[in-house]
């Protein structure tokens, strides 16, 4: 037997499958955070636990920051790469106030150059993470503003996707807004929401948001 699907169901089942593969991914950003967490502490004996309130968006960027650690300290193991990456976003986005435990532990690992080379290229990250999140609309200057809106990097593309599919709307975002892996309101992401809609409005010639040459690109999307 066929079943015909009506426009009412067909639209609940694209929303429905929106919702559900953006909280996936953020939820795997979230988990990636907890894992490096759980093997830097065993390692270094530091607790970065405090970062986990924004589990989400510190796992949106931290790949960056390995792949740049394995490519330029090959023999590092993980959980050295773990300690690095979390030590510099410590750092870099909340000017931890335990800097001189961190620079012991790393002294005493023979770590001082690979802490100093993660902590500069973390810094420049933070630079490009700003100007893609001023582009958007979100002018931000402190390391905890940008790493609290950092969540949107890897769902962006499918953000915009929906914005501009006739067949989702904005019911779409209500599971979004109620996500536990969101460090910002409800209010400020529907702010948000608001002027990704206006820059897709006035850019009709576009697919998505034109970002400045050369700067760091929002990650291809599978999700819808």
């Known amino acids: 037997m066929q079943y015909i699907l009506t426009?009412?169901?067909h639209q609940l089942i694209l929303t429905e499958g929106f919702k559900d593969a953006v909280e996936d991914r953020l939820k795997r950003a979230y988990d990636f955070t907890k894992d490096t967490i759980n093997r830097a502490?065993?390692?270094y004996g530091l607790s970065f636990k405090f970062l986990l309130t924004y589990g989400a968006g510190i796992?949106?960027?931290m790949p960056a920051i390995y792949d740049y650690l394995n490519g330029k300290y090959?023999?590092?193991?993980?959980?050295?790469?773990a300690g690095l990456a979390l030590s510099a976003i410590s750092l870099v986005f909340f000017n931890a106030k335990d800097y001189v435990k961190i620079y012991k532990k790393m002294k005493e690992e023979g770590h001082i150059e690979e802490l100093g080379d993660a902590?500069?290229?973390t810094e420049k990250l933070k630079d490009r993470v700003a100007r893609i999140l001023d582009v958007l609309g979100m002018s931000l200057y402190q390391g905890l503003d940008i790493i609290s809106y950092s969540f949107l990097l890897p769902i962006l593309p499918a953000i915009l996707k929906m914005l501009a599919d006739a067949d989702l709307d904005?019911?779409?975002?209500k599971g979004l807004m109620n996500s536990s892996f969101i460090t910002v309101s409800a209010v400020t992401?529907?702010?948000?929401?608001?002027?990704?809609?206006?820059k897709i409005s006035s850019k009709k010639t576009?697919?998505?948001v034109s970002e400045p040459e050369g700067e760091l690109q929002a990650p291809e999307s599978d999700i819808v």
């Not at 992401?189 to 206006?198: A, S």
């Open 119 to 121: 902590v500069s290229f």
């Open 59 to 61: 796992g949106s960027i």
């Open 74 to 81: 090959p023999t590092l193991s993980d959980s050295d790469i």
């Open 206 to 208: 576009s697919d998505d």
């Open 7 to 9: 426009e009412e169901q």
């Open 189 to 198: 992401l529907q702010k948000i929401i608001e002027k990704l809609t206006e």
């Open 41 to 43: 502490g065993q390692q």
């Open 170 to 173: 904005m019911v779409a975002l």
